[in-house]
């Protein structure tokens, strides 16, 4: 029964869908009695881009999920940078929309190219092509916005969940089937191969699936999500780009929760879109609303709301995908 539980912990919790700026502007890396080792990954490296020229940058990689792809949310959050640093400092990003469009190499940095359609005087749009081998892998647009007050301001209401200091990491949840005596070698290999798992960010699912019993599901999760190490209140340019990258974790697997005999044999994303509605920090815990409202044809869609911890709603993200 316990090696049950182990083997689906594992397929449930490898997310998929994947670095150094030496002109980050420097309000975008966190100052204070924070040491550097204290600070997180996703700003130091993954969301590092290397500037090659005007509107040209490369990035790099940090952590690559078991598919050998790169993983998506790296390469949206990476392009997001990417525009983000051509456009001023009093404008921040409230919508993008991205389409996949080949797999990306982890053995090759990603090549970020910027085009520049429009300044207005409340709104910037700009596109990103990022490249490998002279082919887009990713083609994204991006919408910035100058801050302005509006009386209509309504929201859903966040959905009453434990607090995450009640609730276990994924982490804490491997180690404790991990203490199974009864545990197979090869799952126990398995799980040890997740722990090891450099992922930049810390999750504690609200509702864990129930692995002894292969049950179906709702097409829906609640967990707590943030990134791992410190960020600090800085640009809201930086918090929605981890927003981005933190997005497309283990979204799309949504869609497989109604089927628990179903083992998708190739998955990927076609496109992600996400629209920034309120200001939030990336390194403080917020609740990640993953639903599935339909599959067919080969495809999922997925809906996702990412919630501050005082109900805020921060962000919302649309993801459809390949499902085979």
């Not at 409340?122 to 916005?145: D, E, T, Y």
């Not at 209401?157 to 200091?165: D, G, I, N, R, T």
């Not at 089937?177 to 960010?201: C, F, M, T, W």
């Not at 992600?272 to 044809?297: I, K, N, Q, V």
Request: proline share 7%; charged share 20%; aromatic share 10%.
């Amino acid at each position: 029964m316990a090696d049950t539980e182990a083997r689906e912990l594992a397929e449930e919790n490898t997310g998929e869908s994947s670095e150094s700026v030496t002109n980050v502007k420097t309000n975008w890396i966190p100052s204070g009695e924070e040491t550097p080792d204290l600070r997180s990954v996703l700003v130091t490296s993954v969301l590092n881009l290397e500037k090659l020229d005007t509107d040209l940058y490369r990035g790099t990689h940090h952590w690559v999920p078991r598919s050998q792809r790169l993983f998506g949310g790296q390469i949206v959050g990476q392009a997001l940078v990417a525009a983000a640093k051509s456009v001023s400092e009093d404008v921040f990003a409230h919508s993008l929309h991205c389409y996949f469009v080949r797999a990306g190499d982890p053995k090759v940095p990603v090549l970020y190219q910027v085009d520049r359609p429009r300044d207005g005087q409340s709104f910037c749009v700009r596109s990103v092509k990022a490249i490998q081998n002279g082919q887009p892998i990713l083609i994204c647009q991006a919408s910035f916005h100058l801050h302005q007050p509006s009386p209509l301001q309504h929201q859903f209401s966040m959905p009453a969940v434990p607090p995450p200091e009640d609730l276990l990491t994924v982490e804490m949840l491997i180690q404790r089937y991990l203490s199974h005596p009864d545990l197979a070698e090869h799952s126990k290999q398995g799980l040890n191969r997740l722990l090891a798992n450099e992922v930049p960010i810390e999750i504690k699912p609200v509702n864990p699936p129930d692995f002894y019993r292969r049950v179906a599901m709702e097409p829906k999760k609640l967990y707590w999500v943030r990134a791992r190490g410190y960020i600090g209140e800085g640009d809201m340019k930086l918090h929605c780009c981890v927003a981005a990258y933190v997005s497309d974790y283990s979204f799309l697997d949504t869609a497989l929760l109604p089927y628990p005999a179903y083992r998708a044999q190739f998955s990927a994303s076609l496109d992600h879109a996400m629209w920034f509605h309120s200001t939030f920090r990336a390194d403080d815990w917020m609740l990640y609303e993953c639903e599935s409202p339909w599959a067919g044809g080969s495809r999922g869609l997925v809906q996702g709301r990412l919630w501050r911890r005082d109900g805020v709603l921060a962000v919302s993200c649309v993801q459809e995908g390949v499902l085979r």
